[in-house]
């Protein structure tokens, strides 16, 4: 009888297998990613807050405020202005970077980058009913302050990791939507939103 060429059951099944264990791998791989960015954005995040407040208990007023120029060389005299406990929108948000990044070395230019691929901006507003300086993901485009968009799923996981998981309240809030809440599967949210701010002071 003339032999017949082919794959016996056992050699599929051992393919199959193989197949699946490299699946499983690439979703695993993609998982180790974006939970190092969620580690990598909380990190972020929080070595702004602990600038902030180092700057704060050195100099007694926060980077910026009362700032009459962006960029101010002696925080006694070009600092004088009204020291309030925010940061206003004119020059004080770039009085912020500049001392903690350029004159006092709090932080580094790298640290303004967010992992979103845009900057950090400072901004003075009422969010959900709280009037604070927030941070939020600055875009490239040319009008004065335009937010990013940023993927939701990020933000929602940050929440769970660092603050009380819901958009409405805390310190990560979603200024008009209501996205997800604690019991959110994180990893299933689609889309972006340019609605996000992180609490910064006072």
Not at 17 to 29: A, E, P, S, Y
Not at 55 to 68: E, L, Q
Not at 74 to 95: V, W
Not at 168 to 193: H, R
């Amino acid at each position: 009888m003339r032999n017949k060429k082919g794959f016996t059951l056992i050699e599929i099944a051992i393919v199959l297998v193989i197949i699946g264990l490299i699946i499983g791998m690439i979703f695993k791989g993609r998982q180790l990613i974006e939970n190092a960015k969620i580690k990598h954005l909380a990190a972020q995040y929080n070595k702004i807050l602990a600038a902030t407040n180092a700057f704060y208990d050195r100099y007694r007023f926060y980077p910026g405020d009362g700032c009459t120029t962006p960029t101010p060389t002696n925080i006694t005299t070009d600092c004088a202005g009204t020291k309030n406990g925010f940061i206003d929108n004119t020059t004080e948000y770039l009085a912020f970077w500049y001392l903690l990044i350029d004159v006092h070395g709090f932080l580094k230019a790298s640290d303004r980058n967010s992992v979103f691929g845009v900057p950090y901006h400072v901004y003075y507003e009422t969010n959900r009913g709280r009037t604070a300086t927030w941070l939020y993901f600055l875009s490239n485009n040319a009008s004065p302050y335009p937010p990013a968009p940023v993927p939701i799923k990020y933000i929602c996981a940050l929440d769970q990791m660092i603050d009380d998981g819901e958009a409405t309240t805390g310190d990560i809030l979603f200024k008009t939507t209501d996205p997800y809440s604690p019991n959110t599967d994180c990893w299933t949210l689609e889309g972006t939103s340019d609605q996000v701010r992180l609490y910064l002071l006072p």
